[in-house]
């Protein structure tokens, strides 16, 4: 299959192109597009079939739900067979924007959209491009992030056509994303709100409004054999690069610029892994980069107190470094609260849980 690649003028924004794009997706086709967060790989949600395809051209576990993306509040309604109060309260405070909600299904969602599930995730991204393609689709548009399973989320254009071309119909380009980092997902079929994947809308934000919520433990740490987490991406292997990563954490840092331990402790095992002829990667801050040898490939993130800049860098340095030759990689750790939560879940993950405490 030719992949064709569509680019769209934000400032100037079109429907032209993107009506090809909303009747591929309205015929069953696939269609990879920007959100806020990260590109999505779209099909239409309420076709089992096309819904299926997503899967083939991720190589994604067919048991791993799909999120649902609807261009205006109403058209949640026909998908969910309840709005509980705290999701009503959620979607009036944080739609458009950076937050998918589970709830319980209704039949004209199929389980190949939910991945067997009775319950439903659906978000209202906040994207000028994505909310057109999705009104003009006519259609809800079921879509996970547009890379191969397994790999780090695409935060640009480039990085779905290195995944996907051939394997999907069209690719909207509409630059780089804002965010970085996917939704937050928060479960309202509880009586309690429970978080299962931290994101842009931060906890803090979350209780803001509905008071309590609860954490999936799975976000915390790895999964234990024989549990199921209640979001069931939780449990895959995710935003690994090919390199093995290993985070390094100061056990007494307050939040503050970047301890020396922790520069100092990543400057030998560099050495170290030079000693064993093994080319090492860094991943720190703009603050920290000149402190680290030439000897190794050395990518900054952003500025340690702008948050969202290192958000929005991560997912392309993880992916950069796959086309690098490097064959370990260390990185400084952040803060876990705020967006920190969300940047320190997807590095973790990516480091496989193995973290170096100083
Ligand atoms: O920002 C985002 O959410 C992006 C953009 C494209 O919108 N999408 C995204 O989708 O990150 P994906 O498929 O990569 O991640 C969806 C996550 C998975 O961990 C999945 O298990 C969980 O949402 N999920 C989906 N439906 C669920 C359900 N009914 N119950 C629990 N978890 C669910
Ligand atoms: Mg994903």
Same mark, same amino acid.
């Given at each position: 299959?030719?992949? +064709?690649?569509?680019?769209?003028?934000?400032?100037? =924004?079109?429907?032209?192109? =993107?009506?090809?794009?909303?009747?591929?997706?309205?015929?069953?086709?696939?269609? @990879?597009?920007?959100?806020?967060?990260?590109?999505?790989? *779209?099909?239409?949600?309420?076709? %089992?079939?096309?819904?299926?395809?997503?899967?083939?051209?991720?190589?994604?576990?067919?048991?791993?739900?799909?999120?649902?993306?609807?261009?205006?509040?109403?058209?949640?309604?026909?998908?969910?067979?309840?709005?509980?109060?705290?999701?009503?309260?959620?979607?009036?405070?944080?739609?458009?924007?950076?937050?998918?909600?589970?709830?319980?299904?209704?039949?004209?969602?199929?389980?190949?959209?939910?991945?067997?599930?009775?319950?439903?995730?659906? /978000?209202?991204?906040?994207?000028?491009?994505?909310?057109?393609?999705?009104?003009?689709?006519?259609?809800?548009?079921?879509?996970?992030? @547009?890379?191969?399973?397994?790999?780090?989320?695409?935060?640009?254009?480039?990085?779905?056509?290195?995944?996907?071309?051939? /394997?999907?119909?069209?690719?909207?380009?509409?630059?780089?994303?804002?965010?970085?980092?996917?939704?937050?997902?928060?479960?309202?079929?509880?009586?309690?709100?429970?978080?299962?994947?931290?994101?842009?809308?931060? =906890?803090?934000?979350?209780?803001?409004?509905?008071?309590?919520?609860?954490?999936?433990?799975?976000?915390?740490?790895?999964?234990?054999?024989?549990?199921?987490?209640?979001?069931?991406?939780?449990?895959?292997?995710?935003?690994?690069?090919?390199?093995?990563?290993?985070?390094?954490?100061?056990?007494?840092?307050? %939040?503050?610029?970047?301890?020396?331990?922790?520069?100092?402790?990543? /400057?030998?095992?560099?050495?170290? #892994? *030079?000693?064993?002829? /093994?080319?090492?990667?860094?991943?720190?801050?703009?603050?920290?980069?000149?402190?680290?040898?030439?000897?190794?490939?050395?990518?900054?993130? *952003?500025?340690?107190?702008?948050?969202?800049?290192?958000?929005?860098?991560?997912?392309?340095? =993880?992916?950069? !470094?796959? #086309?690098?030759?490097?064959?370990?990689?260390?990185?400084? #750790? !952040?803060?876990?609260?705020?967006? *920190?939560?969300?940047?320190?879940?997807?590095?973790? +993950?990516?480091? %496989?849980?193995?973290?170096?405490?100083?």
């Amino acid at each position: 299959m030719k992949t +064709k690649v569509i680019s769209v003028n934000r400032e100037a =924004l079109k429907d032209g192109a =993107l009506l090809e794009a909303a009747q591929v997706l309205r015929d069953g086709g696939l269609v @990879a597009f920007p959100t806020e967060t990260v590109y999505g790989l *779209g099909a239409n949600a309420l076709d %089992g079939q096309a819904a299926s395809r997503i899967y083939a051209a991720k190589g994604r576990p067919s048991d791993n739900p799909l999120i649902i993306h609807i261009s205006k509040k109403s058209d949640l309604d026909q998908l969910v067979e309840t709005i509980p109060e705290t999701g009503r309260k959620l979607m009036d405070a944080y739609w458009p924007g950076p937050l998918t909600m589970i709830f319980a299904k209704s039949s004209v969602v199929p389980y190949a959209t939910t991945g067997g599930l009775d319950t439903v995730a659906v /978000r209202m991204p906040d994207d000028a491009v994505a909310a057109r393609l999705i009104e003009l689709s006519q259609v809800p548009v079921a879509a996970p992030s @547009a890379n191969t399973s397994g790999r780090p989320s695409p935060t640009a254009a480039e990085h779905v056509y290195q995944d996907m071309d051939g /394997r999907i119909e069209i690719i909207v380009d509409g630059g780089p994303v804002g965010i970085g980092v996917e939704s937050t997902i928060v479960d309202v079929t509880e009586e309690i709100p429970m978080l299962l994947r931290p994101g842009a809308v931060t =906890l803090e934000m979350l209780c803001r409004i509905v008071g309590q919520v609860e954490i999936d433990p799975a976000i915390a740490g790895p999964v234990q054999a024989g549990i199921k987490p209640k979001a069931p991406g939780m449990k895959y292997r995710h935003y690994a690069p090919k390199a093995e990563l290993t985070l390094v954490e100061d056990r007494d840092w307050n %939040g503050g610029p970047v301890s020396i331990n922790v520069v100092n402790t990543i /400057r030998n095992l560099v050495s170290w #892994s *030079g000693d064993k002829g /093994r080319k090492a990667g860094i991943i720190c801050t703009d603050e920290t980069k000149n402190l680290y040898p030439d000897s190794a490939v050395i990518r900054s993130l *952003g500025q340690r107190n702008r948050e969202e800049t290192i958000a929005h860098n991560l997912f392309g340095i =993880l992916r950069e !470094f796959d #086309s690098l030759d490097v064959d370990t990689i260390y990185s400084e #750790s !952040f803060w876990g609260e705020n967006l *920190g939560q969300a940047i320190m879940n997807r590095l973790t +993950k990516a480091a %496989g849980y193995h973290i170096m405490k100083v």
